[in-house]
């Protein structure tokens, strides 16, 4: 029971910072040249891809840690921050265009998997609870729910575009922002209360 | 511990980060001028280092420093720069090169050998006692930043733009982790310090 829940909760938590649906009008935009099969194609790539990296990151993330000395309190914060920061360029989101014009040929990698997806909240999330979970199985299959769940959504993207439009889009992206920045000012507190505990 | 210090120093340098910026500004030269500028360029940000691990200790003394105090500002300054290489903004230093051949700025200072660097290098030099240390770690961490800009051509086939740009963000998202770590190390070495004075 203990495990299942905590489980669905990283699951939940990688889901959310993932934010594949939140993403989806801008990697729609980013795809906007290709029909809609090679859009499905590209995003089920993508897909694959963030997951690939993200266990990439569950394993040579502690390698990082103790190579750079680096404390859990410290990857809290960042993570925290990182996650701050994104969460503000979703719900003021000048950002976003920043970062459209960045690449403009066909994405391959980048900027759909890594930047976007599994970008520096979600890999320091994922550093931090392969940091503190006992059991790697656990992290791993966190991942895999969490990338069956993201792969699912941008598959479907395409179609959502069609059924929500670009305006409901936006507004989810809006809740998401606000949810998130919940999250980023739980891990800075978490963050600030375990460094204090250390002093 | 000296495997730390090599790959901090190696990551603050941030050759592989640097690589597409460095290309953009050797465009159009010949391959053997390029590699001669690799070598200027990078002896002159090694002497900009050796001076600074020398002059570090004077510095601290001279300005009165505490190592709170520099661990915390370096933090900062670290934690800003890594912030420009994660979030890129149109007007930041990376976006404007100028498009001409390198000498000494920027290529040299600040991109190698920038602030964040140098404020690393006096920190490292007081409190690493064997200077020895220190300026092998500092070479070889040259060293390896010399390797990656040399093959900049072959890593740019190799692994594209976008390979490139991810190596980067990678490159700024453990930047930021060495830098928040750092602030927190400062402050933790304040407190102490402020109590007793207090």
Excluded at chain 2, 67 to 74: H, L
Excluded at chain 2, 82 to 105: C, D, G, Q, W, Y
Excluded at chain 2, 139 to 162: D, E, K, Q, T, Y
């Amino acid at each position: 029971m203990e495990t299942g829940q905590s489980i669905t909760h990283l699951a939940l938590t990688y889901f959310l910072v993932t934010n594949p649906i939140g993403n989806s009008p801008l990697i729609l935009t980013l795809l906007k040249n290709f029909n809609f099969d090679k859009q499905r194609q590209i995003m089920l790539r993508e897909g694959i891809f963030t997951f690939l990296v993200m266990l990439v990151f569950q394993f040579l993330g502690e390698y990082f840690l103790t190579m750079l000395s680096i404390e859990p309190p410290a990857l809290t914060l960042c993570g925290g921050i990182i996650l701050f920061l994104l969460a503000m360029g979703m719900l003021f989101p000048s950002h976003h265009e920043n970062e459209s014009k960045l690449i403009q040929q066909e994405p391959y990698l980048v900027p759909i998997a890594t930047p976007l997806l599994a970008g520096p909240g979600l890999l320091s999330v994922i550093m931090l609870t392969a940091a503190n979970e006992d059991s790697t199985f656990k992290v791993s299959a966190a991942i895999t729910v969490a990338c069956v769940g993201v792969i699912s959504v941008l598959y479907a993207a395409p179609y959502v575009q069609k059924l929500i439009g670009k305006v409901g889009l936006q507004v989810l992206e809006q809740i998401m922002g606000m949810i998130l920045t919940l999250m980023a000012v739980e891990m800075i507190l978490m963050g600030a209360g375990n460094f204090v505990k250390t002093l | 511990m000296f495997l730390n210090l090599v790959l901090v120093l190696f990551f603050i340098m941030d050759s592989i980060g640097n690589t597409a910026s460095y290309l953009q500004m050797v465009n159009g030269l010949n391959p053997k001028r390029q590699k001669y500028i690799v070598i200027r360029e990078m002896l002159i940000a090694l002497a900009a280092m050796i001076l600074f691990s020398y002059i570090g200790e004077f510095i601290f003394s001279e300005l009165n420093l505490s190592e709170a105090t520099v661990r915390v500002a370096s933090g900062v300054i670290l934690f800003l720069i890594a912030l420009k290489i994660l979030f890129p903004s149109p007007t930041s230093l990376r976006a404007n090169l100028p498009k001409e051949e390198p000498f000494i700025v920027p290529l040299a200072i600040p991109l190698i050998a920038g602030p964040s660097l140098l404020a690393t290098i006096m920190l490292f030099a007081r409190l690493e006692p064997s200077q020895v240390r220190l300026l092998s770690a500092i070479f070889i961490a040259w060293a390896i930043s010399v390797g990656v800009l040399w093959n900049a051509p072959r890593l740019h086939r190799l692994i594209g733009n976008n390979g490139l740009i991810a190596c980067e963000r990678l490159t700024g998202m453990i930047l930021i982790l060495l830098a928040v770590q750092r602030f927190l190390e400062g402050i933790a070495e304040f407190i102490p310090l402020y109590c007793q004075k207090g």
